[in-house]
């Protein structure tokens, strides 16, 4: 697209598919999801967490306003979110705009790109260890039953964190 008229109309686009799709999740019952919903392939063959396990239930606790209760399903998607945004709205900014975008005060490095993997990785590691302050990091079962706690709970013999 060449067109600063056929970029608007991609960005229009985007946004109207981007609203329908978080007034659906913020319409939807969590604690039941429909079909929908993502689930994490990862969790569901090893009963471990992922570093994005949780990130629905954080936008769906962040559309409802409830930031803390975002911080309870992924703390790190909501620290890391800020940041997502203003890296796509400059990014959004320079492909509509190309010459009026300036240079950032500072210059990515390769090696901060590493300490980013990094810093996710030791995040995925960190949130399941069953042991305090790591175990605040996995997230919430939305629900209080026994059905909705994490199999890797229930195999080590942790109650759901309702009942904690």
Not at 107 to 118: E, F, T, V
């Amino acid at each position: 697209m060449r067109s600063a008229g056929g970029k608007w109309a991609a960005t229009v686009s985007a946004l109207f598919v981007g609203l329908v799709l978080a007034l659906y999740l913020r319409s939807v019952d969590i604690s039941s999801p429909p079909r929908f919903l993502p689930r994490c392939g990862f969790h569901v063959v090893t009963g471990l967490h992922c570093p994005g396990c949780g990130n629905t239930r954080a936008s769906h606790a962040l559309l409802h306003g409830d930031v803390a209760g975002a911080m309870r399903q992924n703390a790190l998607f909501v620290v890391a979110l800020p940041f997502l945004l203003f890296w796509a709205g400059r990014s959004w900014f320079g492909w509509v705009y190309p010459q009026r975008i300036g240079a950032l005060p500072f210059r990515w490095r390769y090696s901060y790109s590493l300490a980013l993997i990094g810093l996710v990785l030791v995040f995925g590691v960190a949130r399941n260890l069953p042991y305090a302050p790591f175990d605040r990091l996995a997230p919430v079962p939305v629900t209080g039953s026994r059905a909705s706690a994490a199999p890797a709970e229930l195999l080590r013999g942790v109650p759901p964190r309702a009942e904690r």
